[in-house]
């Protein structure tokens, strides 16, 4: 950018925390990301969330928790998100197009941070839907394979194509001359990806609750099963699934943390509601 071209882009940002969106990908009816420019002074830990927002009819802006789905080392922020029908936000973000402005509260927040777990061997992210977003920026961040030998990467939808947002990033990740310069070809090994459906055939089906309770998911992969151990895992996803695999967790003999009192796992909702 010029200075003319900076001074310009500033006198047209017309809301309050106001930034630019630079692309967006519809990947299904129902979900859609995009990548919107940071301001200077934001910085997050990977895995939090902010609050962003379009300005509603009477001028009162609408504003939604966000995870932010880019790791903390990148230039713009990107953002991975349903289309609900109806939903006052929702329902008009997904028409934004590349120079639209959307509102960004800069005071990131949220629980699905490494700081918030103790060290250990094995990192398990474990998401429904939209839940895959926290992650989406914990797995392109090399603090993560810092701290974890091996990363995990369980995601279920409905259907195949709900899958395809996460599955392209990954495969990208694997080929990331970022990380590959730090892990070599290794690095395949260090991030696995076990992608499940529910309600289509695909390779792997199943709930993570099953796939976990049953053993499944650690035969496929060669794991051991989970133990406080070794294992520490963040879960993404509705109430009830959160609920669930909680559960599962505690069986396993791993303990909920906190920020303030880093244990074995961390939660946080995907969204507020029953669901769609
Ligand atoms: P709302 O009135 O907010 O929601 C209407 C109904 O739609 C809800 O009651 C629920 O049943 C359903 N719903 C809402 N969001 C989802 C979802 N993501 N998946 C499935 N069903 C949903 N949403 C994202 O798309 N991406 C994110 O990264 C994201 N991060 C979040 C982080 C946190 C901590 C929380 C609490 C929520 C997050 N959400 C995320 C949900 C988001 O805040 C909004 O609910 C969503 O954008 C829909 O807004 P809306 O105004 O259109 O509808
Ligand atoms: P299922 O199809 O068996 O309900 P939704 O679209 O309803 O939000 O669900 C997203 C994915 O999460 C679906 O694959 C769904 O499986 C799965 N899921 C929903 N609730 C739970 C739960 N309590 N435990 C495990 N998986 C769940």
């Known amino acids: 950018l010029t200075v003319a071209d900076a001074a310009a882009k500033t006198v047209t940002k017309t809301l309050p925390d106001a930034q630019t969106v630079t692309s967006v990908t519809h990947w299904t009816d129902s979900l859609f990301s995009f990548r919107v420019t940071r301001p200077a002074s ?27 789905a880019s790791p903390n080392w990148d230039d713009e922020l990107e953002f991975y998100s349903i289309k609900v029908p109806d939903g006052p936000l929702t329902s008009k973000l ?25 060290p250990g061997k094995r990192l398990w992210f474990l998401a429904t839907g939209t839940g895959f977003a926290p992650f989406a920026s914990l797995m392109r961040d090399p603090e993560t394979y810092e701290r974890y030998e091996q990363v995990v990467m369980m995601h279920t939808c409905r259907t195949a194509e709900e899958l395809t947002y996460g599955r392209e990033l990954i495969e990208n990740l694997r080929h990331d001359p970022l ?50 151990e070794t294992d520490r895992a963040m879960i993404c996803g509705s109430l009830a699934f959160n609920v669930d695999v909680k559960s599962v967790l505690e069986g396993f003999g791993l303990n909920e943390g906190a920020n303030s009192d880093p244990k074995e796992f961390v939660v946080e909702k995907a969204f507020v509601g029953e669901g769609v």
Not at 94 to 107: A, M, N, S, V
Not at 193 to 220: A, H
């Open 42 to 68: 934001l910085r997050f830990r990977s895995g939090e969330f902010v609050m962003i927002g379009l300005p509603g009819d009477n001028g009162k802006p609408i504003l939604r928790a966000y995870s932010i």
């Open 94 to 118: 997904q028409h934004i197009k590349e120079g639209d402005e959307i509102i960004l509260r800069p005071k990131p927040v949220g629980t699905l941070v490494l700081d918030a777990l103790l």
């Open 179 to 228: 990380l590959g310069e730090l892990y070599g070809e290794d690095f395949a090994n260090r991030l696995l990806y076990y992608p499940t459906t529910t309600r289509e055939d695909s390779p792997r089906m199943g709930r993570i609750t099953d796939n976990m309770t049953s053993g499944k998911v650690f035969q496929d992969l060669s794991l051991p099963p989970m133990s406080p």
